[in-house]
């Protein structure tokens, strides 16, 4: 079975910096896209950001575009997401997810999921 751990959430003013991590184990790593999704309190699960499988490819959700940064390290079994420039709205639990295949993107299918870790934003 496939494990996500992710780390690196904290508290942090508007306009600072966090760099999330999320280590995966039990399968081929280099072979499936990646994905950030976050939550906030009352709202639906919404996709922030994925990565293909060589890391050639990435996408965002409009609202971080510009902000954040995936990237991905098949060596180390890790993707990262950079987040700059944070906002109060940016507020979430923030969840790595492993994609079935090779694809990537908001569309694509993400069986496996981190147990996600915190992400405070103060005005």
């Known amino acids: 079975q496939v494990q996500l751990v992710e780390s690196g959430g904290g508290l942090v003013q508007a306009g600072g910096s966090l760099r999330l991590s999320c280590v995966a184990s039990?399968?081929?790593?280099?072979?499936?896209?990646m994905g950030w999704f976050r939550q906030a309190p009352g709202k639906e699960s919404e996709f922030v950001a994925s990565?293909?499988?060589?890391?050639?490819?990435?996408t965002y959700t409009d609202s971080v575009k510009g902000r954040f940064t995936i990237s991905r390290d098949n060596a180390k079994n890790t993707v990262y997401l950079q987040m700059d420039n944070l906002k109060p709205e940016d507020t979430a639990v923030y969840y790595c997810?492993?994609?079935?295949?090779?694809?990537?993107?908001?569309?694509?299918?993400?069986?496996?999921w981190g147990q996600g870790t915190q992400v405070t934003v103060s005005s």
């Open positions: 997810a492993s994609s079935q295949s090779m694809y990537w993107g908001p569309a694509a299918k993400y069986d496996y």
């Open positions: 039990g399968r081929t790593f280099s072979n499936h896209g």
């Open positions: 990565v293909s499988w060589n890391g050639g490819g990435t």
